[in-house]
């Protein structure tokens, strides 16, 4: 049995109450979801960087500079916006280098011809026979068996010669220089965008001197002359001789 509390004694002590276990939050219960910061409000505790209201970031709506061109294959100067930029001043071979990787190339790729010329043109002399006739007149016979012979070498001649054009096209069209352009140190690129040929195009190029002959030759002199040392071929097919770097 209790008695109240004595009001007059300070060290009577209070009636406990019952302690209540603390809820936790569980299923069913909802849960207060913590605050995030507003965006655009100021989180606490981060140190706000002072901001100038005059300075421009660059973004939507804004114009950005534009990067430099940069020096591309064979000397080319290329624009990542794809305009093209073009050659500098003196990027293009001189006449004097091109007309000595021509003579390079001929000497490199036509002693094996000439070798087969001389042998065709000595069987066919050797199956030449000059006799006098009764009344003074001298007649000329060939001998069928040398007379072959000097044909077969010359057709192989020709063969030889046309395989080393081919080759020729070849280097110049996949790596942009031929033997004799490899030793002066000058390329075939295209004019558009500095690049190889390819094979295909490198051999109408090729064909295309004609151009250069049928004028009395003066296609093959005009780069002396032209801001971009082109001859007729390579007008026609847009491409340029620069120096390699």
């Known amino acids: 049995m209790s008695y109240p509390p004595d009001p007059n004694n300070p060290y009577a002590q209070q009636p406990q109450q019952p302690q209540q276990p603390p809820q936790q939050p569980g299923y069913g219960y909802p849960q207060q979801p913590p605050t995030q910061p507003q965006y655009g409000y100021p989180q606490q505790g981060v140190p706000q960087q002072p901001q100038d209201p005059y300075a421009q970031q660059p973004g939507y709506g804004y114009p950005q500079q534009p990067p430099a061109p940069q020096a591309g294959y064979g000397g080319y100067q290329t624009d990542p916006y794809g305009q093209q930029a073009g050659y500098g001043q003196g990027a293009y071979a001189s006449w004097g280098a091109r007309v000595g990787a021509y003579l390079l190339d001929g000497l490199i790729i036509g002693v094996v ?43 192989l001649g020709a063969a030889v010669a046309f395989a080393g054009v081919l080759y020729v096209c ?47 030759y003066v296609g093959f002199l005009w780069p002396l002359w032209d801001d971009k040392a082109q001859t007729f071929a390579d007008k026609v097919m847009n491409t340029v001789v620069v120096r390699s770097q």
Do not use: W
Not at 116 to 137: N, W
């Open 113 to 155: 011809p000439i070798i087969l010329y001389i042998i065709a043109g000595v069987a066919f002399a050797s199956s030449v026979h000059t006799t006098t006739d009764a009344y003074g007149y001298p007649t000329t016979t060939t001998s069928g068996g040398a007379a072959g012979i000097a044909v077969i070498f010359y057709l």
């Open 170 to 216: 070849y280097k110049e069209g996949t790596t942009g220089q031929s033997p004799g352009k490899k030793i002066l140190n000058i390329r075939l690129v295209r004019e558009a965008d500095g690049q190889v040929l390819g094979f295909g195009m490198a051999f109408v190029r090729k064909l295309a001197h004609i151009l250069d002959s049928i004028t009395c």
